[in-house]
């Protein structure tokens, strides 16, 4: 008996050494965590439990049948993140390059298997050089096997990919089919064709760095949805992520004790009165929610939109806000995408709803309508319609036009709907239609900008105010700043047993 | 936040982002006097001298470009005014391949 157990700590003990004590040493040099010790820094203590440490791959081909590759280069296994349990798996550069052959593909698409019919998260930690070509189309069908089980558990438990090292060709699908992308700066990468491919093929020069870096994907692409200076940060940034979001789809939201908001700034010091000025929509933010704690989702991408998590009364919120800090917080193609998404994920997932508004409109220009704002806008209204978590609006300022509509109005089923005294609820700002409404007149006095300017003030005093709207019940009412927080807590108590009509048909057809 | 976005006849104060500044989208124009590579590639072959004189629908030349090799036509009969290219030549996108006049009937 001992002898057989000694005999199992001894084949244990090499397999995880993974590719050997020579490759470890060189990724120690470069100051890269091990596979094993990323799993370790990402589970609660002594939670790991490894399972398919003894799988082989199959290959016969090309010298393969002759190679041993420890675990079939990935580690996978469940354990806890917060007393929680997670299924995870990481796959391990210094065996094989961290290449997807057929087994290591099956080694994950068991542990999504059991995430899924557990209803636990998955997170997969990616450091790969792709495709196992000597094993051919079975490597390919491994990644289909992969893709096929992240898209069927979509909306079903949450998914979450960490890049740490390449990720390159197909094997990026997996982690785009993810509800959350974190990378890390100066290691991870990410794109379809490499840099030597484009070169060859395109005769186009360019880094890793600059074509799929951490940086080009949080703050161009929107491909990621954190960045990390760190593997340890990153790590630490998806704890984080959880302590937000329910294990899965029908599972309860974490909560904690209810905090007061603990910043010392005031609403009337934050927000300007003058329609024409900006802010950071964050700080008024601060002000709402438990702890002045926002954990911002897509910081770097579309900053003119807002979203990411934080608790009321203890219970998780999602939050969608315009940013007139930047483009004056309008919605274009990429704000529209990053909203509509991030809606999307909390409806999925009942996390209730919040959002503020203080938009005049959309981005204006041959770019944005030619790069489809029609299409992209209308993903946003979309996710909107369909959302039948608690949903609750604030308009703070300006709401004008398509994207008064668009941000979670009363029309779209919005459960409620609030306005401050500073709304204003129009089709358009007062200059453009003054510009429009009094053109004849304007041009055929004697003084044209002083007409302007008169009825300006006019069409100001007359419909730049809440009070219209809600004369028509499209707000259900109009409250105070200093009310907000308590009006937001009470109305998501109100709407947390929402009845919900389920769909009898199979699924919508978003515009995409 | 010293930047403005116009909308609607109105201006509001914000700051751009990295993105927006750097946008430098504009339609592409076509001129009906060159043809330009339309993405980066390899002239394989050229089959026309300065001042032939070409019929529409023929083929000027060949240029690879994403592994495959792509008959460059044009649509009007021309007379070919410069060949700014070889055989075997690397190219950028939008560089100018051909330059011609279009012959009016």
């Known amino acids: 008996m001992l002898d057989k157990v000694n005999q199992l700590l001894q084949k244990t003990g090499l397999l995880k050494k993974g590719g050997g004590e020579d490759k470890m040493s060189k990724r120690k040099e470069k100051g890269l965590m091990s596979a094993r010790e990323r799993i ?33 280069g990935v580690i996978t296994g469940f354990g806890k993140i917060d007393g929680r349990p997670v299924c995870v798996f990481a796959q391990d550069f210094t065996v094989a390059g961290g290449s997807l052959g057929r087994m290591h593909a099956a080694k994950i698409t068991k542990v999504m298997d059991i995430a899924s019919n557990m209803g636990i998260p998955v997170i997969g930690i990616n450091d790969s050089g792709g495709a196992r070509i000597q094993e051919g189309v079975d490597s390919l069908a491994g990644y289909g096997e992969i893709f ?14 960490v890049i740490m090292g390449p990720c390159a060709g197909g094997a990026v699908y997996s982690p785009a089919i993810t509800d959350f992308v974190f990378m890390v700066n100066k290691l991870s990468k990410m794109f379809i064709t490499g840099p030597k491919v484009i070169e060859s093929v395109l005769n186009e020069k360019i880094d890793p760095e600059s074509l799929g870096g951490a940086r080009v994907h949080n703050e161009i692409t929107g491909n990621a949805h954190f960045f990390a200076e760190s593997e340890k940060e990153a790590l630490s940034q998806i704890k984080e992520l959880l302590s937000f979001i329910p294990s899965a789809w029908n599972k309860p939201l974490p909560e904690k004790k209810p905090k007061n908001p603990k910043t010392k700034k005031k609403i009337e010091d934050v927000i300007p009165e003058d329609t024409k000025l900006s802010y950071d929509i964050r700080d008024l933010i601060e002000i709402l929610v438990d702890d002045s704690y926002f954990f911002e989702v897509q910081k770097l991408f579309a900053p003119n939109v807002t979203v990411g998590f934080a608790r009321m009364d203890g219970k998780p919120v999602g939050i969608i806000a315009n940013n007139p800090k930047f483009l004056a917080g309008v919605l274009d193609v990429d704000s529209s995408d990053k909203a509509a998404r991030f809606v ?31 299409r992209h806008g209308a993903k946003l209204l979309f996710a ?30 919005t459960d409620f709907v609030y306005a401050w005294p500073t709304a204003e609820i129009a089709v358009m700002g007062p200059e453009g ?46 409250i105070t700043p200093e009310q907000t927080r308590e009006m937001i807590i009470t109305s998501f108590d109100v709407a947390k047993d929402k009845q919900i009509v389920i769909k009898q048909h199979k699924h919508d057809s978003i515009p995409l | 936040m010293d930047d403005i976005i116009k909308i609607d ?46 019929k529409a629908g023929s083929v000027i030349l060949t240029f690879e470009a994403m592994k495959m090799i792509n008959e460059i036509t044009l649509e009007y009969d021309v007379e070919i005014k410069e060949v700014m290219v070889s055989p075997g030549d690397l190219v950028e996108k939008n560089q100018v391949l051909v330059k011609y006049k279009q012959i009016k009937k």
């Open chain 1, 40 to 72: 370790e820094e990402l589970l609660d203590r002594n939670t790991f439990n490894e399972i398919d440490l003894f799988v082989e791959h199959q290959g016969r081909d090309f010298g393969l049948d002759k190679q041993k590759l420890a675990g079939d």
């Open chain 1, 148 to 161: 096929y089980r992240n898209t069927i558990n979509s909306g079903k438990i949450p998914q979450i990919s």
């Open chain 1, 344 to 374: 999307r994920f909390c409806d999925s997932f009942g996390i209730p709803i919040l959002t503020l508004v203080d938009l005049p409109g959309y981005l204006p220009g041959i770019d944005q309508e030619h790069y489809g704002v029609i």
């Open chain 1, 384 to 413: 909107y319609s369909e959302a039948t978590v608690p949903t609750v609006t604030v308009i703070i300022r300006k709401a004008y036009g398509g994207g008064y509509i668009a941000m979670a109005s009363k029309h779209l089923r």
């Open chain 1, 433 to 478: 239609a003054c510009n429009i409404i009094f053109a004849k007149e304007i041009a055929e006095s004697k003084d044209p900008e002083a007409t302007k300017q008169a009825k300006i003030a006019e069409y100001k005093d007359k419909y730049s105010n809440p009070y219209n709207a809600a004369s028509k019940a499209y707000v259900d009412a109009v």
């Open chain 2, 9 to 54: 006849d109105a201006e509001y104060r914000t700051s751009y982002t990295k993105k927006y500044s750097q946008n430098k989208f504009s339609p592409p124009k076509i001129k009906k006097t060159e043809i330009r590579a339309f993405i980066p590639g390899q002239i394989i072959d050229i089959f026309v001298d300065k001042a032939k004189k070409v």
